[in-house]
């Protein structure tokens, strides 16, 4: 299994951006299509986007899709979540995950679909 490491949380103010790492190490970066994921306290965890590969495919879930950003730099073995007009709502332990496939069409957000998990950051967003 791949390790992941996520990097760049914290403490915002609502309108302010931010922007998340997950490092990646152990197997070849290039063979996972990636995700991002959120946790606020009491709640379920949330699908937020997908990057496959070469990063030319990606998905969004809808409460994110205008603000959110996922990217990947495969020499460097990073994915990103660029984070724009932060609220309040956003507040929750972020997580990356590897997919067990280097690509997929459909089931983007099913947790089933991913092997690896990081350790998840902090972001907070204040009023």
């Known amino acids: 299994q791949v390790q992941l490491v996520e990097s760049g949380g914290g403490l915002v103010q609502a309108g302010d951006s931010l922007r998340l790492s997950c490092a990646a190490s152990g197997r070849t970066f290039v063979n996972y299509a990636m995700s991002w994921f959120r946790q606020a306290p009491g709640k379920e965890c949330e699908f937020l986007a997908y990057?496959?590969?070469?990063?030319?495919?990606?998905n969004y879930a809808d409460s994110v899709k205008e603000r959110f950003t996922i990217s990947r730099d495969n020499a460097k073995n990073t994915v990103y979540l660029q984070m724009s007009s932060l609220k309040p709502e956003d507040t929750a332990v972020y997580y990356c995950?590897?997919?067990?496939?280097?690509?997929?069409?459909?089931?983007?957000?099913?947790?089933?679909?991913?092997?690896?998990w990081g350790q998840g950051t902090q972001v907070t967003v204040s009023s």
């Open positions: 990057i496959n590969w070469n990063g030319r495919k990606t």
């Open positions: 995950a590897a997919d067990r496939l280097r690509d997929r069409s459909t089931r983007y957000g099913d947790s089933q679909n991913f092997g690896s």
